[in-house]
């Protein structure tokens, strides 16, 4: 597949400002005698490519490797400006055993992220397997590593433009995996890149409303519904909740669904529902000044559940899927909400305010209550940046995940796995109700321990029993501030997007 046609298809597919450096293109797996190369040496430096020119340059591969300590352990790489005919020769360990999809889109990040100051116009990456998928996931890995967001730098070092020339992914497939790529994996790609830029842009930029415009943009051209609810349409249906967190806010808070419906007439669709504090300053309860400006992150579930369904509507994947975004600002003024305030929701239910920094839960439950009148969703997966609590736990390894329901607990721990996006599940317990017993309402919305598990407990008590549910709570895996990984640079990961993606196309796709 040629290069205009692969950037053509991105277009068509929404592909985000920020999202590309290098164009992604395929072909037949030659070992090309000379430019910048990038190909993989399994543990033992065994690989077909490595052989090959390892004879051509008389056994100076293996030398360089063996002084450089490179054995191909899985991760690793040797890197080699000026090797022989080559102007840069890169190669990527793999590790023991069969290459899986993991390991195959770190390779191609690897490879993306490596040459991302690159002057040179084109580099080959050669992979010599023949495993099916394996030169679209090379590209998904490439085009995830890749991401930059530089909408803000004006000068200096880290301002230089990004390479632009060609990747050139050669495999068993050939030309031919292109079109599994443009069809398959870059929609899903592209809505990884457009979840980082609306994380990314800082609070002033990035408010309800304008959350809204970004995701209509973004929506244009693409088989998609969208409804938007304001302060008046969301005060005649009684949401009390999210309207309290955004009342001390001059930025009036919003929801947004959107309705995707790919799949038979009639299914009801599964549901995400996203936390979307544009910034959180705590309220009332405000919070330590020292890292605030984190929280402009704050609305990372909201950006994972919009771009989700819009990937899913892109790469018209057979499914009915519906997103609600429950957007708002948490500030502290005359007009904001306080500890002890009792706040009446959509559902009925009321709870008392402990404290106005335990606002996802308060803005998430007026969504649960929506999505399921207005959608009666086959499942709902709710996603937020909830507490920090889970971080303690999990750290930056693992989302909490939180549900009574062991099938959904299952297929979404194998979705991790296969995504690269790993959940780990927590317990969900219902003698956490009473830790949250009010005198004077049905509950409160904190004070008990464990925090993230009765933040859990919270949340589920606004969705009928009946309904398989889960809360992901990915307070520790929203932000990587430095490092990153192949796949994920530092800053905002869109972490989620790969992951319900991965659980619709394992579970809910063609039913």
């Known amino acids: 597949m040629t290069r205009s046609f692969l950037l053509a298809a991105a277009l068509m597919l929404g592909c985000g400002p920020a999202l590309a450096q290098r164009t992604l293109s395929f072909d037949a797996p030659a070992v090309p005698a000379s430019g910048s190369l990038a190909i993989t040496a399994s543990q033992g430096l065994q690989g077909q490519s490595f052989a090959r020119i390892d004879a051509a340059s008389g056994g100076a591969l293996r030398r360089a490797a063996e002084a450089a300590g490179f054995t191909g352990r899985k991760g690793s790489r040797l890197d080699l400006p000026g090797f022989g005919g080559y102007d840069r020769l890169l190669v990527i360990g793999t ?302 390894d693992f989302a909490g995940l939180f549900t009574r329901d062991d099938t959904l607990a299952t297929q979404l721990e194998r979705a991790g796995r296969q995504s690269g996006e790993q959940v780990w599940r927590m317990p969900l317990l219902d003698s956490y109700g009473p830790r949250l017993a009010s005198p004077i309402a049905d509950m409160r919305n904190g004070g008990g321990g464990p925090g993230s598990g009765t933040a859990a407990w919270f949340i589920g008590e606004w969705v009928d029993r009946a309904t398989p549910w889960a809360h992901l709570d990915i307070a520790g895996m929203a932000w990587v501030e430095s490092g990153g990984s192949a796949t994920v640079p530092a800053g905002a990961t869109a972490y989620g997007v790969r992951l319900l993606d991965q659980w619709v196309r394992d579970n809910h796709e063609g039913r």
């Open 95 to 396: 590790g023991t055993g069969t290459a899986d999809a993991g390991t195959m889109r770190d390779v191609g990040g690897s490879v993306a992220q490596q040459f991302a100051r690159s002057k040179t116009p084109r580099v080959d990456l050669v992979w010599d397997g023949s495993e099916p998928g394996a030169a679209s996931q090379l590209a998904f890995g490439a085009q995830l590593g890749q991401y930059r967001f530089d909408r803000y730098r004006t000068g200096g070092e880290d301002a230089a433009p990004a390479s632009t020339g060609e990747l050139v992914i050669r495999s068993a497939a050939g030309n031919g995996a292109g079109s599994d790529f443009s069809s398959h994996w870059q929609p899903t790609a592209n809505a990884v890149a457009f979840a980082r830029d609306l994380v990314t842009e800082p609070a002033n930029t990035i408010y309800p409303e304008s959350f809204v415009e970004r995701v209509r943009e973004q929506a244009r051209g693409l088989p998609v519904t969208i409804e938007v609810l304001d302060v008046p349409a969301m005060q005649r249906l009684g949401m009390g909740s999210i309207l309290a967190v955004g009342q001390g806010s001059a930025r009036p808070p919003r929801m947004l669904v959107i309705r995707y419906n790919g799949g038979r007439s009639g299914d009801a669709p599964v549901a995400f529902v996203g936390k979307g504090i544009t910034f959180d300053t705590g309220g009332i309860s405000i919070k330590p000044s020292s890292n605030m400006w984190r929280m402009k992150y704050d609305m990372t579930g909201a950006a994972v559940a919009s771009a989700t369904v819009l990937g899913l509507a892109a790469r018209r994947a057979p499914v009915n899927a519906v997103a609600v975004a429950a957007l708002a600002e948490n500030m502290p003024s005359g007009t904001a909400g306080r500890p002890g305030d009792v706040i009446t929701t959509a559902s009925g239910k009321t709870y008392e305010v402990m404290s106005t920094d335990a606002e996802g839960r308060m803005v998430l439950v007026d969504a649960l209550w929506y999505v399921q009148r207005q959608d009666k969703p086959r499942a709902i997966i709710d996603i937020a940046t909830l507490t920090g609590s889970i971080v303690t736990a999990l750290g930056p």
